[in-house]
Nanobody, 123 residues
């Protein structure tokens, strides 16, 4: 069992930066691949970035490549999403998620979820 608690997010102007954090309690964090998803109103939840258990592999959606960076610190049981050059279309509720084994782009494959945090980018 893994409990995920998110922090960060908020309101920022276009071109600005935010960092999201997701801290895991319970379980062995290094056993889980981690993903950051987002869901905008009226849209499906989509994978934004993912990272393997040892940080050796990462994935980014085309829409965020070169702007977002996912990282993790297994000693601190925390995964991060650094978001730079934010655009209004990045506005969404962001969720971290954990999955045993390798990461997946399908939200249904993740067993554990953070509470979600709102990111709003104003133009």
């Amino acid at each position: 069992q893994v409990q995920l608690v998110q922090s960060g997010g908020g309101l920022v102007q276009a071109g600005g930066s935010l960092r999201l954090s997701c801290a895991a309690s319970e379980g062995t964090f290094s056993n889980y691949a981690m993903g950051w998803f987002r869901q905008a109103p009226g849209k499906e939840r989509e994978l934004v970035a993912a990272i393997s258990r040892s940080s050796s592999n990462t994935y980014y959606a085309d829409s965020v490549k070169g702007r977002f960076t996912i990282s993790r610190d297994n000693a601190k049981n925390t995964v991060y999403l650094q978001m730079n050059s934010l655009k209004p279309e990045d506005t969404a509720v962001y969720y971290c998620a954990a999955r045993g084994g390798y990461y997946s782009s399908a939200s249904r494959d993740y067993a554990y979820w953070g509470q979600g945090t709102q990111v709003t980018v104003s133009s």
